[in-house]
């Protein structure tokens, strides 16, 4: 059965940087792009951007370009996430998605359980 | 950037129908996937590409999509169905996908 599992909750001070993990089992893991998203407490689902696990080609949200950078390793078939100059506002739960092809587009079939990343002096 | 616009609240009692809308200029001519997520879980996909439905998922679930609205509609609903329902598209134009702002689903 697919499965993403993510690293475990994070405490960042402002300025501070992060790196989220999420490893893949029961699947071919470079058939598959894998996808981020973010929420904040209380508020709505955000899309981070996605990496191809096949080639490492990368796709970011225009908000964070230049602050994250998502990566692969094949021989773990496992994507991390990281973010930088981390903000209050960073404070959020992140997963991991597991993207698969429509008749049209991608979307996420299997999400990780995600990870708590708190921002705070 | 391309918006989705979905109502904050929705009510309804066991057992009728619940209807979820997704707004979006001309959202007719994108396909449309929709998560239900609820409180402390990953979210989890319902309907894709419209109107399929993942295994796993009833067919009390199901979608349509036509011109500036999407409206993933669930039929008899049950108490487990309380949850925040979110739509999400690929805009073309910015190569990013968009989720809509959410939408709270209470059974009364």
């Known amino acids: 059965q697919v499965q993403l599992v993510q690293s475990g909750a994070e405490v960042k001070k402002p300025g501070a940087s992060v790196k989220v993990s999420c490893k893949a089992s029961?699947?071919?893991?470079?058939?598959?792009?894998i996808s981020w998203v973010r929420q904040a407490p209380g508020q709505g689902l955000e899309w981070m951007g996605w990496i191809s696990a096949y080639n490492g080609s990368t796709n970011y949200a225009q908000n964070l370009q230049g602050r994250v950078t998502m990566t692969t390793d094949t021989s773990t078939s496992t994507a991390y996430m990281e973010l930088r100059s981390l903000r209050s506002d960073d404070t959020a739960v992140y997963y991991c998605g597991r993207d698969k092809f429509g008749g049209y587009d991608e979307f996420i079939d299997y999400w990780g359980q995600g990870t708590l990343v708190t921002v705070s002096s | 950037s391309y918006v989705l616009t979905q109502p904050p609240a929705v009510s309804v009692a066991p057992g009728q129908t619940a209807r979820i809308t997704c707004g979006g200029n001309?959202?007719?001519?994108?396909?449309v996937h929709w998560y239900q997520q609820k409180p402390g879980q990953a979210p989890v996909l319902v309907v894709y590409d419209d109107s399929d439905r993942p295994s796993g998922i009833p067919e009390r679930f199901s979608g349509s999509n036509s011109g500036n609205t999407a409206t993933l509609t669930i039929s008899r609903v049950e108490a487990g169905d309380e949850a925040d329902y979110y739509c999400?598209?690929?805009?073309?134009?910015?190569?990013?996908?968009?989720f809509g702002t959410g939408t709270k689903v209470t059974v009364l």
């Open positions: 029961g699947y071919t893991f470079t058939n598959y792009n």
């Open positions: 001309n959202i007719g001519s994108k396909s």
């Open positions: 999400q598209v690929w805009d073309s134009s910015s190569d990013h996908r968009v």
